[in-house]
């Protein structure tokens, strides 16, 4: 069980990485062939290595994995599935637009993972093993990626309906 701030924080943004690949995968299947499946299945692919990445630190820095943790995001990812159907607002355009902005929030907390990762790097031996520079530059891209989406989306989303007639 983690007890260190540290095996805490890291164990943290694992859960929030299970989620996040869950909920790419989730966007991908509600819009089958489109732009948007390969953009998430593509971003999918991108946490799932930096969810390994994050894996192999943990190991090398002997912080063991919180079951309870792993379990939560996996818990919330299902979820997140009524919730971004659309169910409760009753438009699914909506819970796209959700999907879009928790995707966003949890790669804007990776980012953060990653950079302070780096501003501890000299007190962990093992962060010298990872590429923090090309995890933040991905992380970035990613982020400003799915703000280009998710903004696009909420216009959709978020416009007042036309009155009837």
Not at 60 to 78: D, F, H, I, L, Y
Not at 92 to 100: I, N, P, Q, V
């Amino acid at each position: 069980m983690a007890h260190k701030p540290i095996d805490v924080y890291l164990n943290d943004h694992l859960g929030g990485a299970t989620l996040g690949a869950g909920l790419a995968g989730q966007i991908a299947d509600h819009a089958p062939g489109t732009a948007l499946a390969d953009l998430m299945l593509g971003l999918q692919a991108e946490i799932r290595a930096d969810r390994a990445t994050l894996i192999e630190l943990m190991e090398r820095m002997e912080v063991s994995r919180n079951p309870v943790k792993q379990a939560t995001g996996r818990v919330a990812e299902v979820a997140s599935r009524l919730k971004f159907s659309g169910a409760s607002s009753g438009e699914s355009g909506h819970g796209l637009f959700m999907a879009l902005e928790s995707m966003t929030l949890g790669v804007a907390g990776k980012l953060s993972l990653w950079r302070a990762l780096y501003e501890v790097r000299a007190e962990y031996p093992a962060l010298a093993t990872i590429d923090l520079d090309a995890l933040i530059a991905r992380a970035e891209e990613q982020h400003a990626t799915l703000e280009r989406e998710r903004l696009a989306v909420g216009r959709r989303a978020l416009a007042r309906a036309p009155a009837p007639a």
